[in-house]
């Protein structure tokens, strides 16, 4: 097995919306913000070569959109899913699963594109099986008024029509050991129905792909949720027991969307559970 973080571009988001109730004069030493109160996100993708399997974890925001949907999110960067693809020898026709830990616009954007004549839309990775699960597809296919604006129907609805779309397959508690992709599952309810969050046994060590339950180093601390969590006191029981895990078993805790720290680990501290190392994904994955 090898991985690779895919680097998809980046954009800014409101620093008050990323922290919640968490006041600026705190946050805005881990995460500063600019003159508009806007903080550096990353798209950071995964992408997991195990034998004749290629998957992609997450896609990021994509390039289909209009110019004022992506003036909101203040892009920045040269990043691009192919380019990042390219960069380890591969194109996205070489992908054979794309995983999506939710499909929210910025986790699965890039999973659609549009046709040739951009008459409609079509998978963006062609020979690829596509993988939520029932929970949360029947949740983003029938969204509630404050995350519709997440949720794109033209993100999703074609990798069904395509039929390229699976589910994975739900345990009967939060956690499935070993998934039809190969790896352990973490479901997680705050911040939206039944987020996915893989755990990869790779070499010696536990990478854990954190998406949304973990957004950057900065959130670490238990009260720090985003105010886009819909159900943020559901989200604190849930980091604890992550976090708590994460540091008990040395997890290297892969960040979706810190632009400057790419996989931290974290220890006990007499606070509960911090910041104890930040590494490159060069350092961890190669």
């Not at 180093?217 to 159900?231: F, K, L, N, Q």
Request: glycine share 8%; net charge negative.
């Amino acid at each position: 097995m090898k991985l690779y973080p895919i680097e998809t571009g980046n954009f800014k988001l409101d620093g008050g919306a990323m922290f919640g109730v968490v006041p600026k004069t705190i946050w805005n030493r881990t995460n500063p913000a600019d003159d508009n109160n806007l903080i550096d996100i990353a798209a950071r993708c995964l992408l997991i070569e195990d034998g004749d399997r290629l998957i992609l974890v997450d896609t990021g925001m994509g390039n289909k959109q209009s110019e004022k949907f992506f003036g909101y999110y203040s892009l920045w960067g040269t990043h691009s899913m192919d380019k990042s693809l390219a960069k380890y020898g591969f194109h996205r026709d070489d992908v054979t699963d794309v995983f999506m830990t939710h499909l929210h616009f910025d986790h699965c954007g890039g999973s659609v594109q549009w046709n040739a004549d951009k008459t409609g839309y079509e998978p963006a990775f062609k020979n690829a099986k596509f993988w939520s699960n029932e929970n949360h597809w029947e949740w983003a296919t029938k969204p509630n008024p404050r995350e519709k604006a997440s949720f794109l129907s033209e993100n999703i609805l074609p990798m069904q029509e395509s039929g390229q779309l699976n589910f994975v397959k739900r345990p009967e508690g939060d956690f499935l050991e070993t998934s039809e992709l190969g790896f352990g599952i973490f479901f997680a309810d705050g911040h939206t129905e039944k987020q996915m969050i893989p755990h990869i046994k790779y070499k010696d060590k536990t990478i854990v792909f954190c998406a949304d339950l973990l957004a950057t180093a900065g959130h670490i601390p238990i009260p720090y949720v985003m105010g886009y969590d819909t159900r943020p006191l559901l989200t604190m029981p849930e980091k604890t027991k992550f976090l708590t895990s994460a540091a008990d078993n040395d997890y290297y805790l892969f960040l979706e969307h810190d632009a400057h720290n790419e996989i931290v680990t974290v220890q006990h501290t007499e606070k509960g559970v911090r910041l104890k190392d930040v590494f490159t994904a060069e350092e961890i994955l190669t």
